[in-house]
């Protein structure tokens, strides 16, 4: 059975940083790309970034690059996000994502961690 | 940038028909996948390639594309298939793009 479980958020003032890890088990890690999408508080899904099997591609959505980055370890099964400069607006639960392709889709989500940048 | 449009909300009553769509001017050359999104849930992808169902979706999902448009279908709907539901495909350089969600009310 396919797991995904992140963690590591939780509430950072602006400006401060969080790194979040997903561990994964269930299927050949080194096999697949994987993603961060995030879902904002009442608000729908956006795709954060992703990350070829062997580290070698990274993408990011605009609104976040130079200030995140993706990272995974093949060997511990576990995917990261290093979140620098966070801002209100980057509010939201994250999850990890297994993807078929650099372009998805997203077979399996993890459950979700809730990053709250706040003062 | 890209942008996939998807109408807000659409309501329909047990047992009918909804058809959400999806509108992008891209879809003609890339694939479009469909999510589901139940409240406090993750996403569960419904349909993949357009049209294609994962094992274990119930047959009365299906997709399908013309030109600009992407639709996915729930025949017979059901009181558990209310949800959000989102497209998504990829922009010209292959980066993952979402619609806005569609919620989908069955009254």
């Known amino acids: 059975e396919v797991q995904l479980v992140e963690s590591g958020g939780g509430l950072v003032q602006p400006g401060g940083s969080l790194r979040l890890s997903c561990a994964a088990s269930g299927f050949t890690f080194s096999s697949y790309w994987m993603s961060w999408v995030r879902q904002a508080p009442g608000k729908g899904l956006e795709w954060v970034a992703n990350?070829?099997?062997?580290?070698?591609?990274?993408y990011y959505v605009d609104s976040v690059k130079g200030r995140f980055t993706i990272s995974r370890d093949n060997a511990k099964n576990s995917l990261y996000l290093q979140m620098n400069s966070l801002r209100a607006e980057d509010t939201a639960v994250y999850y990890c994502a297994q993807c078929g392709y650099s372009y998805g889709p997203f077979d399996y989500w993890g459950q979700g961690t809730l990053v709250t940048v706040s003062s | 940038s890209y942008e996939l449009t998807q109408p807000p909300s659409v309501s329909v009553s047990p047992g009918q028909t909804a058809r959400i769509t999806c509108s992008g001017d891209a879809l003609p050359k890339q694939y479009a996948y469909w999510y589901q999104q139940k409240p406090g849930q993750a996403p569960v992808l419904v349909i993949y390639k357009d049209s294609e169902r994962p094992s274990g979706i119930p047959e009365r999902f299906s997709g399908s594309s013309s030109g600009t448009t992407v639709t996915l279908t729930i025949s017979g709907v059901q009181a558990e298939d209310e949800a959000d539901y989102y497209c998504q495909s990829a922009d010209s350089s292959l980066h993952v793009v979402f619609g806005g969600g569609t919620k989908l009310t069955v009254l």
């Open positions: 990350i070829k099997q062997d580290g070698s591609e990274k």
